[in-house]
C-alpha cells in the first residue's frame, strides 16, 4: 500500500478539466499522473474532465477512484453534470466511449463495466480487476 501518496488537487496541480470550480476535486498522485497520460492518448480535440474525485466512506474513498467525461475542445463544460451519485451520465457516441476506455486502459486505470464514466487506479476495484494481491491506496478520511 501506499498511503504516503498524497491526495492532489487536480485543478491546481494538472492540465485536466475539472467540472465545476466550486470545490477542490481531490486524487491520488499517481491517479492524476495516469489521466494526464491518458489525455495526452485522446485525439486533439478531445479532452478529458474529471467530474469527481475522493469522496470519503465510499467506492471513491481511498483518492484511487475518478469520474470522467470528455468534451469536445471547443465546448464549454458546464459547471455541474449529471453523474456519479445520482443521476446516470448520458452516453457518449461509441466512437468517443472506444477512444476513451482504450486512452484510459493504456494509461493503466481500470473501468466499472457498469459505470462507463467510473475509472480507478490503485484501489480494491483496480487490484481485484489486475489481480493485484492487494490495493495500493487505503481509504483517506475526511480533509
Do not use: I, K
Amino acid at each position: 500500500m501506499s498511503p504516503s501518496e498524497p491526495l492532489v488537487d487536480v485543478q491546481a496541480s494538472a492540465p485536466l478539466r475539472v467540472a465545476g470550480p466550486a470545490r477542490r476535486t481531490l486524487l491520488r498522485f499517481g491517479v492524476v499522473e495516469r489521466l494526464v497520460l491518458a489525455q495526452s492518448l485522446l485525439p486533439r480535440d478531445l479532452h478529458l474532465v474529471v467530474v469527481d474525485g475522493h469522496r470519503p466512506g465510499d467506492g471513491h474513498g481511498s483518492g484511487g477512484a475518478a469520474d470522467l467525461t470528455v468534451f469536445r475542445a471547443d465546448d464549454d463544460v458546464p459547471a455541474a453534470l449529471p453523474c456519479c451519485r445520482c443521476d446516470p451520465a448520458p452516453p457518449l457516441e461509441e466512437r468517443v466511449r472506444l477512444l476513451l476506455t482504450e486512452a484510459l486502459s493504456a494509461a493503466g486505470l481500470v473501468n466499472d463495466v457498469a459505470r462507463w464514466w467510473h475509472w480507478s487506479y490503485g484501489d480494491s476495484s483496480w487490484a481485484a480487476a489486475t489481480g493485484a494481491a492487494n490495493a495500493r491506496y487505503e481509504a483517506v478520511a475526511r480533509l
